[in-house]
């Protein structure tokens, strides 16, 4: 009966063994072979973050949508507005990235310094920390953006996410948290 018990157990273990190298393998896949593309639209009402904003917000005065592209699905969003100031509030993102915008039309400049992220999801494990990344890659080589930062809601989920991915905080606000990526 012991006998019997261990070759179960060990049975187990190969197949543990063999499942996770399995999902290592896929996990690895994916990674390289996902890339980053930009959006005319989103699925709003998956946005855990903000699912409120519409496709027109997210678009309009030099907004811009990414996505993480695997096997012609998206698996990861991220939006950003482009500001010269930090927001603390959805309404003041909106007014600053009009502000920035409407300057920068004026001017024949680019829209805005700062780079803000106000929402981020994932619907395949690794896809957000894979989208902060290679955004963050992309805004690092533009000539005009000088900050990343983020709009994120009072949670420690957001909070955890953006510490462990190399951001620092900046300010807690009433209704949001602000974190750095330093470029």
Known sequence: ?????????KARLR??????????????????GAEIVELKE?????????????????????????????????????CFAFTNKIPKTVYELDLFSRDAFLQSATRDQNVGKIAIAYTVWSNKKGGGKLIVKEV?????????????VTLSPLTDMARSFHLKNGAEEVQVNEETQNFEYKL
């Open 1 to 9: 009966m012991i006998k019997n018990k261990k070759a179960r157990i």
């Open 42 to 78: 989103c699925t709003t009402e998956k946005d855990p973050v903000r699912p409120e904003l519409d496709n027109e917000f997210r678009t309009s005065y030099g907004r811009k949508i990414y996505g993480v592209k695997y096997k012609n699905e998206i698996h990861a969003v991220m």
């Open 136 to 148: 963050f890659k992309k805004i690092k080589k533009s000539n005009h953006l000088n900050r990343l």
């Open 15 to 32: 197949k543990s063994k063999k499942d996770l190298k399995k999902n290592i393998k896929f996990f690895f896949d994916w990674i390289k």
